[in-house]
């Protein structure tokens, strides 16, 4: 089996061909073929000589990630479902918006969490990506839309939300971060990158010390360590004082604010009284809020807010200062929402939306 060249860094690339061409500018050449014009055909790497793009095409592939299906709402959101080399699928969306567009990448196939209202948790952990396998879904997702060689036609966002916990994949991820930074390459700003954890402390502290890094979220959903334990087991690990004594002592660069997800569910964690400890909690943190309704599933037992509480939740927040949005559902019919991910194929989706 051919190996894949996306997700080499320049210099790994430069190791690549020293034994092929030694100048140094051939790997620059071919990092921004790869990453930049984002080639289908190695052939195609025109700055090279012919000679070297035929011994690399017969030796390597661009990418083994294959697009296995694609699932379009009437919101205009794409979800994707991607194959990997050894058969497992992993699932990347794209969200349009009037001014720059999203991607959601997913950085595990699965997940270990066991967050009780994310259909990914319900997989568990198959394995981790490698960094050309994150990579590789923006590189797919944007090659769908414009076509090799196309710049996309409105700004571009990266959010780390999908299937999986980054942090628990911090080399691969962080890898993959600096691929789209790089300058010669998709050259994606590290503030328009966003990374969501469920709360892995040590390495949010680890993340604090990286020259490149992204924009941090963190997936909350409770204000108490009793219910936080039940919805999300990560917390049995690293408790509330625990997560937001990393979050302010986290080091934020200008304008920079720390994102806090809120998952909103119908009885449970949606009183005035969640509201106001929410405040207590962030206290001393520049924090905004983003507040989720629930994507429901009917494999789990949770139920979404009534928008008047989500409503009163936010007006209770911004009372107190914090700036806080609802993040309105996007792709929910064709199960891309927000906790929905669970690589879903087509017959699934039938069954899912056929009602009972």
Same mark, same amino acid.
């Given at each position: ?174 890898? #993959?971060? $600096? &691929?789209?930074?790089?300058? *010669? @390459? ?6 328009? /990158?966003?990374?969501?954890? =469920? ?75 969640? #509201?106001? $400890? &929410?405040?207590?909690?962030? *206290? @001393? ?6 507040? /989720?309704?629930?994507?429901? =599933? ?59």
């Amino acid at each position: 089996m051919r190996e894949a060249l996306l997700g080499r860094t320049r210099e790994e690339l430069k190791e690549l061909l020293r034994a092929r061409d030694p100048k140094p500018y051939r790997a620059h050449q071919l990092f921004e073929a790869l990453h930049r014009r984002r080639i289908v055909d190695l052939r195609a790497a025109t700055d090279l000589p012919l000679p070297l793009r035929e011994a690399l095409a017969a030796e390597y592939v661009i990418t083994d990630v294959e697009v296995a299906d694609v699932f379009q709402a009437s919101d205009g959101t794409r979800r994707y479902l991607l194959r990997l080399r050894d058969g497992v699928r992993i699932e990347s969306v794209w969200i349009p918006e009037p001014y720059a567009d999203t991607i959601c990448l997913s950085t595990q196939a699965g997940c270990p969490l066991a967050c009780q209202f994310c259909m990914t948790a319900r997989l568990g952990l198959l394995r981790n990506l490698e960094a050309g396998e994150i990579v590789a879904q923006a590189w797919l997702i944007l090659n769908d839309l414009y076509g090799p060689e196309a710049k996309p036609k409105r700004g571009l966002n990266l959010v780390l939300m999908g299937m999986g916990e980054p942090l628990l994949n911090y080399e691969n991820v962080m890898k #993959a971060i $600096r &691929l789209f930074c790089d300058s *010669r @390459g998709m050259n994606i700003s590290q503030r328009r /990158i966003t990374l969501s954890t =469920a709360g892995v402390v040590p390495r949010i502290r680890r993340l604090a010390t990286e020259p490149i890094r992204p924009e941090l979220a963190i997936s909350l959903a409770a204000t108490t360590n009793a219910l936080r334990d039940q919805l999300m087991p990560i917390n049995r690990r690293w408790p509330l004082e625990e997560l937001l004594a990393a979050c302010r002592a986290y080091p934020l660069r200008r304008n920079e604010w720390i994102s806090f997800e809120y998952v909103m569910l119908e009885g449970i964690n949606d009183g005035e009284e969640d #509201a106001r $400890r &929410l405040i207590r909690l962030l *206290r @001393g943190i520049r924090a905004k809020v983003n507040v /989720i309704p629930y994507n429901p =599933a009917p494999e789990l037992p949770f139920a979404s807010s009534p928008e008047s509480r989500i409503a009163r939740f936010q007006q209770i927040l911004r009372a107190a200062g914090i700036p806080t949005f609802i993040r309105r559902p996007r792709g929910r019919e064709i199960a891309a929402a927000c906790g929905q991910l669970a690589a879903r194929q087509r017959e699934d989706l039938a069954a899912l939306l056929t009602p009972s």
